[in-house]
């Protein structure tokens, strides 16, 4: 049998030579050209308009549950007939801390160096990012109505959600690709993160499709519990882990988690309507020149294996999105995927850089009451949409797509 560190050095190194021979020759009958053009704006904006149904999704409560289920039920309609239930415990809610000291003043000095999130550095003009707590912030009353319930104060039994699409050739190797379904705010979680969930629920749809084959599996993953304290990603990883790649029940060939060979996450995919203007509104227009951000974080132990993966995206990005560009950032932070980067290449796909740009305020509904489907346009959804192209391409390559005829 081989050794455990040589198979996974093995599947690194398969990601690093892969990459340059699968970018530079797309086949002129192009799988994961076929399977990007499936993506479908009005698809994508109906899922997250569907889970906009369930408010802002808190965990804990029985809105976060009815979405679960939603999610469960949709998942298999989809075809993704192996839809599971992961059941963890969630932590005790944060309490909030009383803010001490001085606030920064919004606008950073020539010269100044503020830190943000990940290793980042603010820049130019900054918005507070704080979380709104008081119901009575929802201006809409049948929305108060559904996020009433208040958040359990205590630790309790939770659930998340996974598919998979089993590989035919490596069923015992796999990419996790995941967004949270849970919010805050007391809106509908639309940005954050409906948009992730709805980008990774069409994935799971269209790779579900019976004319799609895939060498390697991929499992559709919708963290629950991400606000606050990444409880779902972090439960996973740590009961997970140790079981990668074991065959079970032995000679089955089933493999109920196979090696992971990197994570994706998507979170709040949305908005980029560029930085806050000198008096502090922000603009209501997309900007034109809107990317999407995909990061790593250069701490992590696999902070190598992760640029490679990042840059993998931005190339897929170049070669089948139809919008918008992405670039890459090394500053990756607060998200599930931070649970994941020590185990494996790990990056995270977001409207905006985490540290220098979400941290700095850029995006006003961010955990906000205003956080609701009609806050966004088609110019918005469109870059969820593009983020959704360039993760469909980059793994329908990675994980060795064909169609069936
Ligand atoms: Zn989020």
Not at 215 to 236: C, K, M, P, Q, T
Not at 345 to 374: C, F, K
Request: net charge neutral; glycine share 8%; with cysteine.
């Amino acid at each position: 049998m081989i050794d455990r560190r040589m198979r996974t050095l093995f599947a690194i190194s398969l990601l690093c030579l892969a990459i340059p021979a699968q970018a530079q020759n797309a086949p002129v009958d192009d799988p994961v050209k076929a399977l990007v053009g499936r993506l479908d704006l009005e698809k994508y904006k109906a899922i997250i308009k569907d889970l906009t149904r369930f408010g802002d999704r808190q965990q804990g409560t029985d809105r976060n549950k009815a979405a679960v289920d939603w999610i469960v039920a949709q998942l298999r309609s989809y075809g993704c007939t192996n839809t599971e239930r992961f059941k963890y415990v969630s932590d005790p809610p944060p309490q909030s801390q009383p803010r001490t000291g001085t606030v920064p003043a919004p606008a950073i000095a020539s010269g100044e160096i503020r830190r943000g999130v990940g290793g980042s550095r603010l820049r130019g003009m900054t918005r507070p990012t704080t979380v709104n707590t008081n119901l009575d912030a929802q201006s809409d009353p049948k929305l108060r109505a559904l996020n009433a319930q208040p958040q359990p104060t205590t630790a309790g039994p939770r659930e998340q959600v996974y598919c998979t699409k089993v590989g035919s050739r490596h069923p015992d190797e796999m990419y996790i690709v995941g967004a949270h379904m849970d919010g805050q705010g007391f809106g509908e979680a639309a940005d954050d993160d409906g948009s992730g969930t709805a980008l990774v629920m069409e994935l799971a749809r269209i790779f579900s499709s019976p004319d799609v084959q895939t060498d390697r599996s991929i499992r559709f993953v919708l963290w629950n519990n991400e606000e606050g304290s990444h409880a779902g990603s972090r439960a996973y990883a740590a009961q997970r882990a140790p079981l990668q790649g074991k065959e079970d029940p032995p000679g089955s060939g089933r493999y109920p988690e196979p090696r992971w060979l990197g994570m994706v996450q998507h979170d709040m995919v949305l908005w980029d309507h560029g930085m806050p203007r000198a008096d502090g509104t922000v603009s209501p227009e997309q900007r034109p020149e809107a990317d999407v951000n995909i990061e790593f974080q250069s701490t992590a132990k696999f902070a190598d294996q992760a640029m490679k993966l990042a840059f993998f995206f931005r190339d897929a990005n170049e070669k089948y999105a139809t919008d918008y560009p992405a670039a890459v950032g090394h500053h990756m932070s607060n998200t599930d995927s931070s649970e994941f980067m020590n185990l494996v290449p790990a990056v995270s796909l977001r409207e905006n850089e985490r540290g220098m740009e979400i941290g700095a305020g850029w995006n006003p509904h961010y955990h906000q009451a205003t956080d609701t489907y009609s806050a966004y346009s088609d110019k918005d959804f469109r870059l969820g949409l593009n983020a959704a192209q360039t993760t469909l391409a980059a793994i329908g390559q990675l994980a060795g797509t064909t169609l069936k005829k």
